[in-house]
């Protein structure tokens, strides 16, 4: 795809939904791509500030390729502001620190050394990183290589149909069900997020949902019931909901971390609303996942590791034959 468009004297960025307009020299919101010489140049492609050997369950990616490892890459710069952000060291930095260039071809041989079944694209929003996810990703496929995008959803319409064939999973966050807190303190805009989440589906991209409890911020039922209702009802009522505890960080150090009691009435909630996998993640409780039909134990967990997996051929449920959903071994 051509990564933009010309509006007069200005080229419109179409890696992300904020399509900033940017004249001669002037760089997007996210601080890494620029218009150079009447084309946007992505400052950070081939240089990654984060690149990890991690286990699948981390992205967090329950129903994918369990217990194999994924190549986990990022760069600085995001296309949000989000005030609790983990990697806002490097996702809100615009300064490229960063010397060394590795190519598409050196990340895939990376990946195939460490044996990794997948190449995650992660830390900081890789939408603002796509020309080089992209690249990466073509190649990764032509070695047997998975690639998943770790996404606060704000992509394109452009991206995401580009996308097709090319990126196998996605972990989308959805951070709230509340237009103004995502316009006003994520600097994002909800309705594209659960746009981009169909969106995803429809070109058969296997989704698995976070959504970061915050005390006082998302965490009425009300809102939490929205959530898991819009999964349930837009994605499938087996789309794996991630439930994730929230530890001070950034710019919210003054709130207090997530109760275990929020995040079980969240579950509580989620499993009103339909949903039939649920994870409670960063408590440090046991995630196992059961036969939607049978309630047997199909695989256990514990924190990021797989302790025991129990799924036979076709990836069905040894008690009674039930396939699970998700994306698992051929």
């Not at 004297?9 to 900033?20: E, F, I, K, M, T």
């Not at 500030?49 to 390729?65: G, N, S, T």
Request: charged share 25%; with cysteine; hydrophobic share 35%.
């Amino acid at each position: 795809m051509n990564y933009f468009k010309t509006e007069g004297s200005r080229l419109v960025c179409l890696l992300c939904a904020h399509y900033c307009h940017l004249k001669e020299g002037q760089s997007g919101i996210c601080g890494v791509n620029k218009n150079v010489d009447g084309a946007i140049k992505n400052l950070v492609y081939g240089f990654p500030v984060a690149l990890y050997v991690d286990p699948v369950e981390k992205k967090p990616l329950y129903h994918f390729l369990p217990d194999t490892r994924a190549l986990s890459l990022g760069t600085i710069g995001c296309n949000f502001v989000c005030p609790f952000c983990q990697n806002w060291s490097i996702s809100q930095e615009k300064k490229l620190h960063v010397k060394e260039f590795i190519t598409p071809e050196q990340i895939v041989e990376m990946a195939l050394k460490y044996e990794c079944a997948s190449i995650a694209y992660t830390y900081n929003e890789p939408t603002i990183f796509y020309p080089y996810a992209h690249d990466i990703a073509l190649l990764a496929h032509e070695r047997g290589i998975k690639n998943i995008f770790v996404t606060n959803g704000f992509e394109s319409s452009e991206v995401l149909d580009d996308m097709k064939g090319i990126i196998d999973a996605a972990n989308v966050d959805l951070k709230s069900f509340n237009h103004d807190y995502y316009k006003k303190e994520l600097g994002g805009g909800l309705e594209t997020v659960l746009e981009t989440l169909k969106h995803f589906k429809r070109n058969g991209i296997w989704v698995e949902v976070t959504t970061l409890i915050i005390p006082s911020k998302n965490d009425s039922d009300a809102e939490l019931g929205a959530i898991a209702s819009f999964i349930a009802k837009e994605l499938g009522e087996e789309t794996p909901w991630h439930i994730s505890a929230f530890h001070p960080d950034y710019h919210e150090l003054s709130l207090s971390a997530t109760p275990i009691e929020t995040l079980k009435r969240a579950e509580t909630l989620g499993k009103e609303a339909g949903l039939k996998h649920i994870y409670i993640g960063n408590a440090g409780l046991e995630n196992p996942t059961r036969c939607v039909t049978c309630n047997a134990v199909l695989i256990k967990r514990y924190r990021f590791d797989v302790m025991e997996n129990h799924l036979i051929k076709d990836a069905r449920c040894p008690t009674c034959k039930t396939k699970l959903a998700g994306v698992f071994d051929e």
